[in-house]
């Protein structure tokens, strides 16, 4: 709900803008290689489709849906609700987030691939990177915008799986907070 927003971060043009941008680097950075884009979903699933419509490389996709339980659970372990990985052998895996923030989902990620799967090359692209100290030093290659320590929703970021559908990103306001809250 868009009264539940205390302000706006980035409109959808202004993202819109910035992912030409991210996608015209990834495209000359990945020109003639095996790429395959690995979404960490729910979150990334808008910043997925927008971004990858933009990279006119012969690309391969998969999803990853992955659960994380900081917060409620200090060892920050995440579970990762697949059975099977996608093979990435010999090739050149992009990783898509949507936010690096403490570093716990992506540092699994990476370790899990590494470990498993013989990828020729692994990158992090993130749409947002928190100011924040890491709890595992991850970093992202590909970065859409650096924002301070806040809780953002919209354009594929959840409050308790509400407001993904928003097309811009924002803050959400005390009203929001309690509207939704577990
Ligand atoms: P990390 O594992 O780096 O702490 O956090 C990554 C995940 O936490 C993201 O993929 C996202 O699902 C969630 N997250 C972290 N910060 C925010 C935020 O400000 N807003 C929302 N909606 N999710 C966040
Ligand atoms: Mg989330």
């Known amino acids: 709900m868009v009264s539940d927003i205390a302000k706006v971060l980035y409109q959808e043009s202004t993202i819109l803008s910035r992912l030409d941008e991210m996608a015209r680097q990834i495209t000359g950075d990945y020109k003639g290689k095996e790429l395959t884009v690995i979404a960490i979903l729910n979150g990334s699933f808008i910043f997925m489709a927008d971004l990858l419509r933009r990279i006119p490389l012969p690309l391969q ?26 093979d990435v052998k010999g090739r050149h895996v992009l990783l898509l987030d949507d936010i690096l923030d403490s570093g716990l989902t992506i540092h699994s990620i990476k370790e899990r691939l590494e470990k498993e799967a013989g990828a020729a090359s692994l990158r992090v692209c993130v749409l947002l990177r928190k100011n924040v100290e890491r709890v595992r030093h991850v970093d992202a290659d590909y970065v859409g915008f650096d924002i301070p320590n806040e809780f953002v929703v919209g354009y594929g970021l959840d409050y308790n799986e509400r407001y993904r559908n928003l097309p811009y990103i924002g803050v959400l306001n005390e009203e929001g907070i309690r509207r939704y809250a577990r």
């Open 61 to 86: 996709v998969d999803g990853w849906s992955v659960s994380s339980y900081h917060g409620t659970n200090t060892t920050g372990r995440i579970n990762f609700r697949q059975t099977q990985l996608a």
